[in-house]
């Protein structure tokens, strides 16, 4: 729901009465923020049945040896996407640069350095391809910059704040994730040219007080996915900031980590922050899915449809030591094509088909 600070607690009460009102007459749970926002729970469980798993292989693996020798290399990517020909862009922080690779993970171009100038990025953030050329957010530098099909600077904005991450509409709002611990509104819709046309978006209550790291994605209909790396909770926003679907996953590993979660941080000494163990690493989402990363005793890609319900889980049984965070699924062929960003042992992007 978009925010309106001067009527928020004068619909309080009414809010919650609503909610209870709802959770009787749909069998939905619903629940309360600390703010007063409604959202309806819908609890999808995850079936764990061989018969819903399908086991995928590593196939290949990029930046390679090759490209390393032309010093074509990661040293600190945190955030990838790709567009619409499968063109993948890698935002490395350490380097501030942005990286561009083809769906076959050759290099085409890097732009970026470290400074204040056009083109240049202090902590670099997401880069989106969108009609009006590559946008990368430039975290600390509180701006958004766009560039060319040539990766040449086109043109940038300021930002009012510092924003973590950032998704970017078909019309070209830009959807930004406040940094913040203490904000009430997760997000701010910016328009094309700079402007913050409202703010929305709150956290599951358990949240309220920790840590609000989420991950943005782009529906078919312009719809905004936000997966939160501490709950395994899915929200659904309108392009205007209405909260259309909230999906809490009912998969044993994901809560027993939740559970987990919650018992460390009543027993924090002083009220400090316990970070406890990511539940989702990633989300994307495609024409037909959304796709969550969750790393366990193995790598899974859960699977579902659009409206929530559990298609499928793809898994690999990598090292107890492999970390990826970002996650990209390109079809290919009758087949899916799954791209991880690892970010430990190895900075790289490993390629993973269907067995």
Same mark, same amino acid.
């Given at each position: 729901?978009?925010?309106?600070?001067?009527?928020?607690?004068?619909?309080?009460?009414?809010?919650?009465?609503?909610?209870?009102?709802?959770?009787?007459?749909?069998?939905?749970?619903?629940?309360?923020?600390?703010?007063?926002?409604?959202?309806?729970?819908?609890?999808?469980?995850?079936?764990?049945?061989?018969?819903?798993?399908?086991?995928?292989?590593?196939?290949?693996?990029?930046?390679?040896?090759?490209?390393?020798?032309?010093?074509?290399?990661?040293?600190?990517?945190?955030?990838?996407?790709?567009?619409?020909?499968?063109? +993948?862009? $890698?935002?490395?922080? *350490?380097?501030?640069?942005?990286?561009? &690779?083809?769906? %076959?993970? !050759?290099?085409?171009?890097?732009?970026?350095?470290?400074?204040?100038?056009?083109?240049?990025?202090?902590?670099?953030?997401?880069?989106?391809?969108?009609?009006?050329?590559?946008?990368?957010?430039?975290?600390?530098?509180?701006?958004?910059?766009?560039?060319?099909?040539?990766?040449?600077?086109?043109?940038?904005?300021?930002?009012?704040?510092?924003?973590?991450?950032?998704?970017i509409?078909?019309?070209?709002?830009?959807?930004a994730?406040?940094?913040?611990?203490?904000?009430?509104?997760?997000?701010?819709?910016?328009?094309?040219?700079?402007?913050?046309?409202?703010?929305?978006?709150?956290?599951?209550?358990?949240?309220?007080?920790?840590?609000?790291?989420?991950?943005?994605?782009?529906?078919?209909?312009?719809?905004?996915?936000?997966?939160?790396?501490f709950?395994?909770? +899915?929200? $659904?926003?309108?392009? *205007?900031?209405?909260?259309?679907?909230? &999906?809490?996953? %009912?998969? !044993?590993?994901?809560?027993?980590?939740?559970?987990?979660?919650k018992?460390?941080?009543?027993?924090?000494?002083?009220?400090?922050?316990?970070?406890g163990?990511?539940?989702?690493?990633?989300?994307?989402?495609?024409?037909?899915s959304?796709?969550?990363?969750?790393?366990?005793?193995?790598?899974?890609?859960?699977?579902?449809?659009?409206?929530?319900t559990?298609?499928?889980?793809?898994?690999?049984?990598?090292?107890?030591?492999?970390?990826?965070?970002?996650?990209?699924?390109?079809?290919?062929?009758?087949?899916?094509?799954?791209?991880?960003?690892?970010a430990?042992?190895?900075?790289?992007?490993?390629?993973?088909?269907?067995?």
């Amino acid at each position: 729901m978009i925010s309106n600070p001067e009527s928020r607690s004068s619909h309080q009460v009414g809010l919650v009465a609503i909610s209870i009102i709802f959770a009787l007459i749909s069998g939905t749970a619903a629940s309360v923020t600390a703010f007063g926002q409604v959202m309806a729970v819908t609890k999808v469980n995850v079936i764990s049945a061989p018969s819903q798993g399908k086991e995928i292989k590593l196939q290949r693996f990029f930046p390679t040896e090759d490209d390393e020798a032309k010093e074509v290399f990661l040293t600190q990517a945190q955030y990838m996407s790709s567009d619409a020909s499968g063109r +993948i862009y $890698v935002s490395d922080v *350490k380097a501030n640069e942005v990286l561009f &690779f083809d769906k %076959d993970g !050759r290099f085409v171009r890097r732009i970026g350095r470290t400074g204040q100038g056009p083109g240049e990025f202090n902590l670099v953030g997401r880069a989106l391809m969108t009609s009006r050329g590559l946008a990368v957010l430039d975290r600390s530098n509180n701006r958004i910059q766009y560039f060319d099909d040539r990766g040449r600077f086109a043109d940038s904005f300021k930002l009012a704040q510092s924003y973590g991450d950032m998704a970017i509409g078909s019309d070209g709002t830009v959807f930004a994730f406040s940094s913040r611990y203490d904000t009430n509104e997760m997000i701010s819709a910016i328009s094309a040219e700079g402007k913050v046309e409202s703010s929305f978006g709150l956290p599951p209550q358990d949240l309220n007080k920790g840590p609000k790291i989420c991950w943005p994605a782009i529906g078919p209909r312009d719809e905004l996915y936000v997966a939160f790396f501490f709950y395994p909770l +899915i929200q $659904v926003y309108s392009p *205007k900031g209405d909260l259309l679907s909230c &999906f809490e996953i %009912d998969y !044993r590993p994901m809560q027993e980590k939740l559970s987990k979660n919650k018992a460390q941080s009543k027993v924090a000494p002083g009220g400090a922050r316990v970070i406890g163990e990511s539940i989702i690493e990633a989300i994307f989402v495609d024409d037909n899915s959304f796709y969550l990363l969750y790393r366990g005793k193995r790598i899974e890609i859960l699977e579902f449809k659009l409206d929530g319900t559990f298609v499928k889980t793809f898994w690999t049984a990598q090292a107890p030591d492999y970390y990826p965070r970002g996650l990209i699924v390109l079809p290919d062929g009758g087949r899916k094509t799954f791209y991880l960003l690892q970010a430990f042992p190895e900075n790289r992007i490993d390629v993973f088909a269907e067995k």
